[in-house]
């Protein structure tokens, strides 16, 4: 019984050392998914974001829930994106073109057929680190701001590392906390869950579709219709790339 007793400790003793050989820390993981950005030269995503809008209406305050789906097209070099809503329906063909390269921001409206024209600010060319437009970059720096754990789950019968992310103590950050499911062997992430600071969720963003490398080209990321009637409008006001940035006349 003893000698049984011993075989089996060894067994399970194995396995630990063994599974906490394999276990991928933050920092590698981290460093992996920035290795393989690296090789991306353009991008198609297909992605819903759902987010938590809390204002004040009669002295009280109301949380509004606001659901988008975005299919987003972009080209690295030069850095062009395009943006078009398919859900709601009020947006529905609505297409936001970010060109950092002509500094322009156009918007498209189908129901006016209409092209909106804003001056894009030099330093609003950089997108924040929660960047819809390609959902690896709010990796970028993360370790500075946040405390990181990760570990190993199912989602949806998929194997994903789930990083999870919690704004260290004395620190301001873009997010309370944020927990990332990242596909174990494409390194892409198929879920985004935010959290602000009291641990409310406050906002959702499910990777539906994505794909690296198909060969986007500038110009047909930057075509409208002809018949289109092109407005020009003043500088834009927040983030580019956000539904909707606002925009404040010259």
């Not at 809503?85 to 609505?94: I, L, M």
């Not at 073109?97 to 189908?110: A, G, H, N, R, V």
Request: aromatic share 8%.
């Amino acid at each position: 019984m003893r000698r049984r007793f011993l075989i089996v400790f060894v067994i399970i003793s194995v396995f630990i050392i063994e599974s906490l050989a394999f276990a991928i820390t933050p920092k590698e993981l981290i460093d992996k998914i920035t290795a393989k950005t690296k090789e991306i030269k353009d991008s198609y995503v297909d992605i819903r974001m759902s987010m938590s809008v809390t204002g004040v209406s009669s002295g009280s305050s109301q949380t509004t829930k606001l659901t988008y789906r975005l299919k987003i097209e972009s080209i690295t070099n030069p850095t062009v994106v395009r943006i078009t809503y398919v859900e709601p329906d009020a947006f529905k063909g609505t297409v936001m073109l970010i060109d950092s390269e002509k500094k322009l921001l156009s918007t498209y409206s189908p129901v006016a057929n209409q092209i909106v024209q804003s001056k894009i600010e030099e330093s609003q060319t950089n997108t924040s680190n929660i960047d819809i437009t390609n959902p690896t970059s709010i990796f970028t720096d993360l370790e500075k701001t946040y405390d990181l754990t990760v570990e190993e789950k199912k989602l949806d019968k998929k194997d994903v590392y789930v990083l999870t992310a919690t704004l260290k103590q004395s620190q301001k950050g873009e997010f309370g906390k944020g927990v990332f499911y990242i596909e174990k062997n494409s390194l892409t992430p198929v879920k985004i869950e935010l959290f602000d600071t009291k641990g409310q969720l406050v906002g959702t963003i499910d990777i539906l579709d994505i794909k690296y490398n198909i060969g986007l080209k500038v110009a047909n990321l930057r075509s409208f219709p002809k018949d289109a009637k092109i407005v020009k409008g003043g500088t834009v006001q927040g983030t580019p790339g956000f539904p909707f940035g606002s925009q404040s006349g010259k």
